[in-house]
């Protein structure tokens, strides 16, 4: 939450040149994360990467430090282009997101859970009934072809409102009770222990109209199959500590001059001053991330002319085949002939 509200202040969202979101989330890691949290993941918890000189999904279990873990989930975070256009390093390897080579990576298929934020195929995911079966996989990941799928993808680059980010955590909730009360491993919601055996009644009547589709003993499937409003006595009942913890997450926390400058006429003029003001923001952003790219500035130097090599060298083969061709006939004949240029050197 304080990331979509940190994205949200800029005018722009998370487009503002001064939105740095690999700094938010590395800060954001530093703070919220035990010291100890290497000792408390390793071998319990893999981490998805994808290497970026091979394209290759590596999974890592293992780590020595905090400051690892740190990195690791950094680099699983990065998303090429939209985070930024050098990849972060993990032990000395340039890692991005490992949704980019395997977006369910699976250790036992019969033993493990897949989970994801989209509408699709997966164990714990938004379900809708609708007679549209199109699908598509996208490196492992199933999306269904729908509206709100393409609304959810949007909703992932450009943070929405603190409400509607609580409702999607909510309906996560759900995904997952649903899942668990299919499989028998839950009984059902239980009731808020706040609630009165009179005010109990209606709630229930609330939930299920009818009264009669129930998944396992007390979920109703239309919380199950579909996206749920935002409605505080579904929530209380269903989980009153989740509801404690979206409430508390999505307060308002910012000042009488946050809201002055939130009002329409206000942003408004805001929006109409941009030509003006980003220029200015601009340049003190690039001078701000210069400051702090100044210690990586030659390791990624150098990488970043390795990857115009090989970016080089493979549009070369794929445009001109016939260069390609007359290295290999080149190499075949110098090979024939006995004096290949390793063999020669070596000898």
Known sequence: MDLVRKARSRSIGSLHPSFNINKCIRD?????????????????????LTRVSDGENVLVSDFHSKDEVVDALLCSCFIPFFSGLIPPSFRGERYVDGGVSDNVPLLDAKTTITVSPFYGEHDICPKVKSTNFFQVNVTNLSLRLCARNLHLLTRALFPPDLKVTGELCFQGYLDAFRFLAENGICNGPQPSLSLSSEEMEPEATHLCPENSNLVGDQLPVNLCLTAVPWDDSIKETLSPKLSTAVSEAIKDRDGYLSKACNLLPIRILSYLMLPCTLPVELAIAVVHRLVIWFPDIPDDIQWLQWATSQVYARMTTCLLPSTRSRALKTEHQTCKRGHHPLLHKSQ
């Open 28 to 48: 954001g890691l530093r703070e919220t994360l035990p010291d100890n949290v290497h000792q408390i993941i390793s071998g319990r918890a893999c981490i998805s």
